[in-house]
């Protein structure tokens, strides 16, 4: 591990569009007269509330409460996402019954067929506790 801090750079910028699309469209106010001076504008801007005053606001506070309830939010689906591959994962290596036709007159034995498929599912659910949630 390394004790070195972490340095975060800031571009911001706005640019004259050729083709396609690359942020946000500016509003009509904007346009080929003055946008050197609406960039230069924003720019001193930024810089104006890139402080660490800035923070004491109650607009920021309120956009960090914000940002740690969507973290919060991605870590509570990413623990579910993760819970459901491991059962996905789990479910493809077990052994499936493999009867696909039985011809007239003969029989087969369900129990016998899907005895292993059974015991596999109820290990399965019991381990993940599954089963003594519901009951």
């Known amino acids: 591990m390394s004790d070195k801090k972490k340095i975060y750079d800031w571009e911001f910028g706005l640019f004259e569009r050729a083709w396609g699309r690359?942020?946000?469209?500016?509003?009509?106010?904007?346009?080929?007269?003055?946008?050197?001076?609406?960039?230069?504008?924003?720019?001193?801007?930024?810089?104006?509330?890139?402080?660490?005053?800035?923070?004491?606001?109650?607009?920021?506070?309120?956009?960090?409460?914000?940002?740690r309830e969507e973290e919060a939010q991605r870590l509570v689906w990413e623990k579910r996402a993760e819970k459901m591959a491991e059962a996905r994962?789990?479910?493809?290596?077990?052994?499936?019954?493999?009867?696909?036709?039985?011809?007239?007159?003969?029989?087969v034995d369900l129990e016998e067929a899907y005895a292993e498929y059974f015991k596999q599912e109820v290990e399965f659910r019991h381990g993940n506790s599954i089963a003594t949630d519901k009951g």
């Open 89 to 107: 994962r789990r479910r493809s290596c077990m052994a499936r019954p493999k009867i696909d036709y039985v011809p007239k007159g003969l029989t």
């Open 22 to 67: 690359r942020g946000v469209a500016c509003p009509d106010c904007v346009n080929e007269s003055n946008h050197k001076v609406w960039r230069r504008f924003l720019d001193r801007a930024v810089r104006m509330l890139l402080r660490a005053e800035t923070m004491e606001t109650e607009e920021f506070r309120e956009l960090l409460e914000e940002v």
